[in-house]
């Protein structure tokens, strides 16, 4: 039988821990019961230095249920880094875990069929919202605005997947060899490989409290997102230095020509040719510096370069 984590985070969520807890905790014990995992399954809650009573509800749970388990962080680093120190407490113990948010707005009825798809075989397992109904105009506006343009930056990230997930033990260990402080899961997610399948799930609402994501924290959120996949900013200024220096030979030649006929007031070309071709000579340099930082900037990463999915080999056959 496969032991199967939850990992929540937690960052002030005193309003919907109890029936957050509640819930997880029916679903739990029933797929426990029916023999679909195992009796060392486990619901981990992670405190992201939260400000409330959130921690002494987890420390209080855990010791009415020890299906209940607790990872406090000594001060708050973001739900995502929340989330990763979860996924690698609890790659140690199971074979899968299932990261969820604490507002029960990811449907804890998919869970089973996260579970199934992993018993299949499947070791990454996107849950990916079916509808956006309850989200506000706005949110579904910026969120869309958001995929289109990660994706044309270069992260391939999968669109109304959140962070709604599941990850077998080795998606999780592959994870781990990620060496980046930056962390933008469903960016890195997908880029492990192995075989991956979707859950559609309904987003409800959040049950209770305020969104831990206001939208000053969705627009860093986005930014951190493109600049640690892609280089593709610099590329960016490196072209358009290209095309305004050669903009600039362009004009050259025709101011040239035109003070040649007489054409111009005096001193009139030189000023207009100087002004784009130092523009353009300076964004073409500072396009390549910025290729160099770029390069630099993925080195540092040390992200792993392969992940192996199987190998094929046989002993040579023992001597009877
Ligand atoms: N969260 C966290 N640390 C933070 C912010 C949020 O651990 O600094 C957790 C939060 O408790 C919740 C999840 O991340 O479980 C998603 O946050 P929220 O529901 O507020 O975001 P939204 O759904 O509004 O995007
Ligand atoms: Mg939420």
Redesign the pocket.
């Given at each position: 039988m496969k032991t199967i984590w939850l990992v929540?985070?937690?960052?002030?969520?005193k309003e919907v821990l109890p029936e957050t807890s509640k819930q997880l905790q029916g679903i739990m014990e029933d797929l426990i019961k029916r023999e679909k995992i195992s009796k060392a399954s486990r619901i981990v809650f992670?405190n992201?230095g939260s400000k409330d009573t959130t921690w002494e509800m987890i420390t209080e749970l855990h010791r009415e249920n020890p299906l209940f388990t607790g990872i406090n962080l000594a001060h708050?680093?973001?739900?995502q880094n929340?989330?990763f120190a979860g996924l690698m407490t609890a790659k140690e113990y199971a074979d899968a875990a299932i990261s969820l948010?604490?507002?029960l707005?990811d449907d804890v009825a998919a869970i089973e069929q996260f579970i199934d798809k992993f018993l299949a075989g499947k070791d990454i397992v996107y849950g990916v919202r079916s509808t956006r109904e309850t989200d506000t105009r706005f949110k579904r506006g910026t969120a869309h605005a958001f995929y289109k343009v990660m994706n044309a930056m270069g992260a391939d990230t999968l669109e109304d997947h959140?962070d709604y997930r599941l990850m077998s033990k080795r998606a999780l260990e592959a994870l781990s060899e990620y060496g980046e402080v930056n962390l933008f899961l469903r960016g890195i997610v997908p880029t492990i490989g192995y075989e991956t399948d979707v859950v559609y799930y309904q987003r409800h609402e959040?049950f209770a409290g305020?969104?831990?994501?206001p939208l000053k924290?969705?627009l860093s959120f986005a930014v951190e997102g493109i600049t640690s996949f892609s280089i593709k900013p610099i590329r960016m200024i490196t072209g358009l230095g290209v095309l305004l220096f050669s903009v600039s030979v362009i004009m050259l030649i025709y101011f040239l020509v035109l003070w040649l006929l007489g054409h111009t007031v005096a001193g009139w070309t030189t000023i207009v040719i100087s002004v784009w071709g130092i523009g353009g000579l300076q964004l073409l340099a500072l396009g390549v510096i910025g290729e160099y930082i770029g390069k630099a900037y993925l080195e540092v990463k040390h992200r792993p370069r392969y992940q192996i999915e199987s190998v094929l080999y046989q002993k040579e056959k023992e001597e009877e």
């Open positions: 929540i985070p937690c960052y002030n969520e992670v992201d708050n680093r973001g739900h929340a989330l948010d604490a507002d707005q959140a959040r305020e969104s831990k994501y924290k969705m």
